[in-house]
């Protein structure tokens, strides 16, 4: 009996390819990161200068910056809905082109910048930033396929965390070189090159809203309507407010005065705050080389998880090790946070109203961060800085057991969001998804976007 031997198995054979993320986006983002650093950069050589009058002075510089940014920026969204979000964007930049070149003017050869001027640059930035911030978060769904889209966030997120890592150096060694002018020349450089790079990308399918029945305050409201009554929308936006009052402070104000409390030196807290940022740029660099993962809502909650064991740990630590240790696990849990919510929200946004849900969501991050900013530094005056930061710990801890709780969340999976509708008020809604967000999508644009 003769026997036959069995087929060798054959090499196996890759799986397909990873699809390329969009030339036009590529090109776009390495615009919207170089203005990025330039925006850091003179954000340095701003405090710096406005430092030189006392502590008063530079908050009041810091102030004229956040105050018309978090309270025009609802108004700045529906601009962009409305207008068009490529166009707001070149209009920001060209007001910014201006306002740099006029302040790089006024102090060059000067031996010193008046405090007016400090505040009324500062004035400008937060203004724009109001109009522009919107407009430039919805620009990865105009310009990325939904499958792509986890993937074209993290590569964004680290770029952004890679231009502040590098502006503070950089801004230091402008201002040295060259004073404020320096710095502002090179930011004006920056906003030339960003109005290049929009003069050439062009998003396909970008319209301005096609009914106007409300005013702008009636399409803003409309926007904080919409997302209010999707459980998604309402779900993941509660979540980032709370990761922002609990987990943002705790590298930029509690790291730095746990340092103090320690005894160490400037450096090695210099070393505290890199970890973080290493663990950022670590995890959104991996997402965008591979993809995030395949329930989005619970890669959001882990990160908190995470992030909360390595703020426990940083509060805990009595040594430069452990400290850089937990802020590199904060780190590694914020970028797991960031790149998972991120395009929860963007793509569960209806194409009429990209630019407002992202100027809800910058809302949202702010206003907890300014109450608990403050609250924090308080009770670290009263009790050392090690019991703020484990209730920060907690705080984020707990906010990441509730999204897993939360069955919108938890279930919640990027995905496409938008197809092409007919023409006409419903163009860019979604034509299928959960029949209650898609009916409330649908009566938002034909009422205009001025009511759901």
Do not use: N
Not at 50 to 70: D, Q
Not at 92 to 104: E, F, I, K, N, S
Not at 206 to 218: F, I, Q, S, T, Y
């Amino acid at each position: 009996m003769t026997t036959t031997a069995p087929p060798r198995p054959g090499p196996s054979r890759p799986g397909p390819p990873r699809p390329y993320l969009p030339r036009p986006y590529l090109f776009w983002l390495a615009g919207a990161q170089t203005g990025l650093l330039g925006d850091a950069v003179l954000g340095f050589a701003l405090g710096w200068a406005a430092s030189g009058y006392g502590g008063g002075a530079a908050g009041l510089v810091l102030t004229a910056i956040t105050v018309p940014r978090t309270t025009l920026v609802l108004l700045g969204g529906a601009v962009a809905d409305r207008f068009g979000a490529r166009r707001v964007m070149l209009a920001g930049d060209a007001v910014m082109l201006a306002a740099t070149v006029a302040l790089t003017l006024a102090v060059a050869g000067s031996r010193g910048t008046p405090l007016w001027l400090l505040v009324a640059a500062a004035a400008v930035t937060g203004t724009v930033d109001a109009f522009h911030l919107p407009a430039s978060g919805s620009m990865p769904r105009r310009l990325v396929p939904a499958d792509r889209l986890p993937r074209a966030l993290a590569l964004r997120q680290a770029g952004g965390q890679a231009a502040v890592l590098l502006g503070a150096p950089l801004g230091g060694l402008l201002v040295a070189a060259g004073g404020l002018a320096g710095a502002a020349a090179a930011d004006a450089v920056s906003f030339g090159v960003v109005l290049l790079v929009l003069l050439k990308v062009r998003p396909e399918g970008e319209r301005p809203g096609a009914l106007r029945r409300a005013g702008l305050l009636g399409e803003a409201a409309a926007g904080v309507r919409l997302a209010v009554g999707d459980p998604l929308l309402r779900a993941a936006l509660l979540l980032t407010g709370a990761a922002a009052g609990a987990l943002l402070p705790v590298v930029s104000l509690l790291g730095p005065l746990l340092a103090r409390a320690h005894g160490w030196a400037a450096g090695t807290a210099g070393l505290v705050a890199g970890g973080q940022a290493v663990g950022v740029l670590a995890v959104a660099a991996l997402v965008a080389w591979r993809g995030g993962l395949p329930r989005a809502g619970t890669g959001a909650a882990a990160g908190l998880c995470t992030a909360s064991a390595g703020i426990g740990l940083l509060a805990l630590s009595v040594g430069p090790v452990g400290a850089v240790a937990g802020s590199t696990v904060t780190g590694i849990g914020s970028g797991l946070f960031a790149s998972h919510l991120g395009p929860l929200v963007l793509g569960g946004a209806p194409a009429s109203h990209l630019s407002r849900i992202q100027a809800l969501l910058t809302l949202v991050q702010s206003l907890p961060l300014v109450l608990s900013t403050g609250l924090l530094g308080l009770l670290a005056d009263a009790a050392g800085a090690a019991l703020p930061t484990l209730l920060c710990a907690l705080a984020t801890a707990a906010a990441g057991l509730t999204a897993l709780a939360t069955p919108a969340l938890r279930r919640a999976r990027p995905g496409p969001a938008a197809t092409v509708c007919p023409p006409g008020p419903e163009a860019h809604l979604p034509a299928f998804g959960p029949p209650g967000r898609v009916r409330r999508w649908r009566r938002a644009a034909a009422s205009g976007g001025g009511d759901e």
